[in-house]
């Protein structure tokens, strides 16, 4: 998330100065797509992400929201480069990225090979801020990790699967959600949180009722009351302390990467 935010394009032909895509526009569910190139709303892609919505609210439990999704699709990864570097000077590098102000919800990313999944992970943030404006740096990423996987895999991240129990084995590695939970910065996360924060949410939207439960209570109160009781909090109560937590969530790396 950015402080800053883009001015949106109205339609027409050519990009704006500040170099928006303004060449197509397909309004569809709460997604309003801006693309450099024509795009229909038949697109496999465009359609993948609007029946994603119900993934993301259904195993959430998260109200429905119409609040409009900005997706702004470049042509090239250089049209893109040049727009980032333009608008949001000094932000690190990425293919994707999502942009929450007070007025609206954004997303931009250049078309390249990892396209579909970079913008299931950014549209997912959107679905989820749409509802629930401030949610743990961790959970946010976790959350979109797990739906940027394509619809048949069921969340599951099997490059992170991979990661994690590689680190159990070398004995480098431990669930720790309270670590976690520290971190604020979106330049704090490593590829080792992103993998973690990832297994929190498949554990506890894959393993019991209880869990699911939680995770969605969790959600519902935070929508009210950004200050409510941590979720590390909440699992304590149910599993009987941090560390049973921790020892579910390596059994279930374990038993994901003997599948
Ligand atoms: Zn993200």
Redesign the pocket.
Known sequence: MLPASSPIAAAGLLPTRSGLPRGAEVVTGQLVIHADFPLTEQHRLIRDLESMRTDVIQDLGLPISDEPIHLYLFESADRYEAFVVGQFPGFPARRAF?VETDTSLSVYAAWQDRIAEDLR??TT?GYVHAVVPTVPLWLD?GI?EYFERPRGESGTHREHVAHLNGRLLEGTWRPNLETLETLVEPGEMSQDHYAEAWCWVHWMLHTTPTRRKILQTYLADLRRDGKTVPLPLRLVRTEGSMSACSGAVKTHVEALAAD
């Open positions: 999502f992970h950014e943030h990423e979109a």
